[in-house]
């Protein structure tokens, strides 16, 4: 993959259903973007889910795919998280949780039956969302007196630049948001210009 993109899921899935020896494993892709999203929907699960025995998961934030974890909730160790998380990295996708609900049925898998489990519960889930492509954008706000809006403006159209907003008053400020590889040629290209002021705007 080039640097630049990551891959994200736009929403989530219908939940997804995998069955083995009468233990029932209910896949679900959620899209996220921080921790807090993270525990918000899984206390949503364990409430939809109350009677199940088991909500494990694994997700991945961030658009440089750094953060992450994997929690096999009572099952043994490395035998739910670790195989979720696993399908994350399979599919390529950030910002992303995924939780597989079980549902005891009275027959224990083994650890390579619930390995096998929770990663086909994981892959249906994955399978079942739309997958895009995005890519890591900078953001700049671009300032200048009115009369030297015309300088701004050109460069904007020449570099087919995406504006995400302005404001026109005495002094003008636009917001564009620029692909991270393209970034520092284009904070060149205006901090030359004469009266025109460029600054990074936080994430």
Same mark, same amino acid.
């Given at each position: 993959?080039? !640097?630049?993109?990551?891959?994200?899921?736009?929403?989530?899935? +219908?939940?997804?259903?995998?069955?083995? #020896?009468?233990?029932?494993?209910?896949?679900?892709?959620?899209?996220?973007?921080? +921790?807090?999203?993270?525990? *918000?929907?899984?206390?949503?699960?364990?409430?939809?889910?109350?009677?199940?025995?088991?909500? /494990?998961?694994?997700?991945?934030? $961030?658009?440089?795919?750094?953060?992450?974890?994997?929690?096999?909730?009572?099952?043994?160790?490395?035998?739910?998280?670790?195989?979720?998380?696993?399908?994350?990295?399979?599919? +390529?996708?950030?910002? /992303?949780?995924?939780?597989?609900?079980?549902?005891?049925?009275?027959?224990?898998? $083994?650890? $390579?039956?619930?390995?096998?489990?929770?990663?086909?519960?994981?892959?249906?889930?994955? !399978?079942?969302?739309?997958?895009?492509?995005?890519?890591?954008?900078?953001?700049? *706000?671009?300032? /200048?007196?009115?009369?030297?809006?015309?300088?701004?403006? #050109?460069?904007?159209?020449? #570099?087919?630049?995406?504006?995400?907003?302005?404001?026109?008053?005495?002094?003008?400020?636009?917001?564009?948001?620029? #692909?991270?590889? +393209?970034?520092?040629?284009?904070?060149?290209?205006?901090?030359?210009?004469?009266?025109?002021?460029?600054? !990074?705007? !936080?994430?």
């Amino acid at each position: 993959m080039e !640097e630049d993109i990551y891959k994200t899921i736009l929403k989530g899935n +219908e939940p997804v259903l995998f069955k083995d #020896r009468n233990s029932k494993f209910y896949g679900y892709a959620i899209p996220v973007k921080t +921790e807090e999203q993270v525990q *918000e929907a899984i206390q949503n699960l364990k409430q939809e889910h109350h009677k199940a025995r088991h909500w /494990c998961y694994a997700y991945q934030l $961030g658009k440089t795919y750094k953060h992450w974890r994997a929690n096999d909730d009572g099952e043994p160790s490395n035998s739910a998280g670790m195989p979720i998380y696993g399908q994350l990295q399979s599919f +390529e996708v950030t910002n /992303c949780l995924v939780v597989v609900v079980r549902y005891f049925g009275g027959t224990k898998l $083994g650890v $390579g039956g619930l390995i096998n489990a929770y990663r086909t519960g994981a892959q249906m889930a994955l !399978e079942a969302c739309t997958i895009v492509t995005k890519t890591i954008n900078i953001d700049y *706000e671009v300032s /200048c007196e009115y009369a030297d809006l015309n300088k701004v403006m #050109r460069v904007i159209k020449e #570099r087919n630049l995406n504006v995400t907003n302005q404001v026109m008053e005495m002094r003008c400020a636009i917001t564009i948001s620029v #692909r991270e590889k +393209e970034a520092e040629t284009i904070h060149t290209v205006f901090d030359g210009i004469y009266g025109v002021k460029i600054k !990074e705007l !936080e994430d």
